[in-house]
Nanobody
Framework: QVHLVESGGGLVQAGDSLRLSCAAS????????MGWYRQAPGKQRELVAT???????TYADSVKGRFTISRDNAKNTVYLQMNSLKPEDTAVYYC?????????WGQGTQVTVSS
């Protein structure tokens, strides 16, 4: 079993910053990609950012220049630094990871940005 524990969500105002964290534990030998997706009410889940074990990153166009993904391989933890938050960033943010081929998901953490 793979367990993902997310933290760092909350309610902020537009322009503020938040940092999300997600720690992976359990049967994680072979852990490779980690990242974040989000789902706003009435919308499909969408990619926010991913990072491979080697540090290669991918970002959604909507967050480029504002969000930064990073990871600590020793701690099996991925971070998402979110700056200049906008109301349209409001969503449940889900951590995910890939162990060999299967993907695993966290429970999600709510991020709400007020205008």
């Amino acid at each position: 079993q793979v367990h993902l524990v997310e933290s760092g969500g909350g309610l902020v105002q537009a322009g503020d910053s938040l940092r999300l964290s997600c720690a992976a534990s359990g049967s994680i030998f072979g852990l490779n990609a980690m990242g974040w997706y989000r789902q706003a009410p009435g919308k499909q889940r969408e990619l926010v950012a991913t990072i491979t074990i080697g540090g290669t990153t991918t970002y959604a166009d909507s967050v480029k220049g504002r969000f930064t993904i990073s990871r600590d391989n020793a701690k099996n933890t991925v971070y998402l630094q979110m700056n200049s938050l906008k109301p349209e960033d409001t969503a449940v943010y889900y951590c995910y990871c890939r162990v060999w081929l299967p993907e695993y998901w966290g429970q999600g953490t709510q991020v709400t940005v007020s205008s």
